[in-house]
């Protein structure tokens, strides 16, 4: 199993561009979820999903879209990116009965 | 609101040292609480993890200490090594929280020396 796979690994952007962050897991896990990830902040939620085609805002939704049309995929869209955005993104996966969660190598992003 | 406080902010110990790692709660409906070990570059992995029920669990070298009256858990690592080093984080989260709900502590850097 490849477990939680995120690319793309680093992404530079400018203020106002989007993009998609992609996420994938291979264990056929239930929930699926985004953080960020900024210093002595510890990890923050942005949206989660409990299975395909329903998803949830979590800590800090603003300026991000999630959808969840395949139980294996959950992408992470910025419509208009911003220099706050600019932080470490997680992607995460659990199993639906179960508490421990999978953990994504995680993206880089820098908004300029 | 930060339901998960975590101290200290950083932590240098010499090799065989014991560090020890705060967290406090303030949600009482948490059930869980598991400790994430992250090296740079990498995503957090989970370390070990104790339910209210249990005052203390082991796993290898690590530790988790549980006082539920207090609302507080410590992770501690014995006889610790170089490779420990790594950004630990606390967590909470309960069947309540529902979905992938884990709340975060702000992490601890630490620092083993040879």
């Known amino acids: 199993n490849a477990g939680v796979t995120q690319t793309p690994k680093f992404q530079v952007l400018k203020t106002g561009q989007s993009m998609t962050l992609q996420c994938a897991q291979d264990?056929?896990?239930?929930?699926m979820s985004w953080y960020r990830q900024d210093p002595g902040m510890g990890l923050r939620l942005i949206h989660y999903?409990?299975?395909?085609?329903?998803?949830d805002q979590g800590e800090v939704p603003n300026g991000y879209n999630v959808s969840r049309s395949t139980t294996e995929d959950f992408p992470l869209r910025l419509l208009s990116a911003a220099p706050s955005q600019t932080s470490v993104y997680f992607c995460a996966s659990r199993r639906q009965t179960a508490y421990e969660q999978y953990f994504g190598p995680g993206t880089r992003l820098t908004v300029t | 609101q930060q339901q998960v406080k975590q101290s200290p902010q950083s932590l240098i110990v010499q090799k065989g040292g014991i560090p020890i790692i705060n967290c406090a709660y303030e949600?009482?409906?948490?059930?869980?609480f598991p400790w994430y070990q992250q090296f740079p570059g990498k995503g957090p992995a989970l370390l070990i993890a104790i339910r209210p029920d249990v005052s203390e669990k082991k796993e290898g070298r690590f530790t988790i200490s549980f006082n539920k009256s207090a609302k507080q858990f410590s992770l501690h690592i014995m006889d610790s090594q170089p490779g420990d080093s790594a950004t630990y984080f606390c967590a909470a989260s309960g069947a309540e929280t529902s979905g992938s709900r884990l709340t975060f502590g702000e992490g601890t850097q630490l620092t083993v020396n040879p």
């Open positions: 264990m056929n896990h239930e929930y």
């Open positions: 949600n009482t409906a948490f059930d869980y």
């Open positions: 999903s409990v299975g395909a085609g329903i998803t």
